[in-house]
């Protein structure tokens, strides 16, 4: 991945808190929320691994991997 900068729009604020937790913050909700939807668009949460850029409170629903072969492999017994 590489480093992308994105400016604050006038009276959006952001805070980093830890590590992987941005703080976005404003007077204007509908902006606020604007900009939190552009910032997640540009990673949005994967299905397979959760991997990506998510709301606190959201839970990304998951899928299921590929279901593995069972038996022994064509081998007959």
């Known amino acids: 991945s590489h480093p992308v900068e994105i400016k604050a729009p006038a ?3 952001f805070e980093v808190e830890g590590q992987d937790t941005l703080k976005i913050s404003g007077i204007d909700k509908a ?3 604007q900009t ?3 910032i997640r668009a540009l990673y949005p949460p994967e299905p397979y ?7 606190q409170d959201e839970q990304p629903r998951r899928k299921a991997g590929k279901a593995g072969k069972t038996g022994l492999g064509g081998v007959k017994q």
């Open 31 to 33: 902006l606020v929320g």
């Open 36 to 38: 939190a939807a552009q």
């Open 11 to 13: 009276g959006i604020k």
């Open 49 to 55: 691994k959760g991997k990506g850029i998510r709301y």
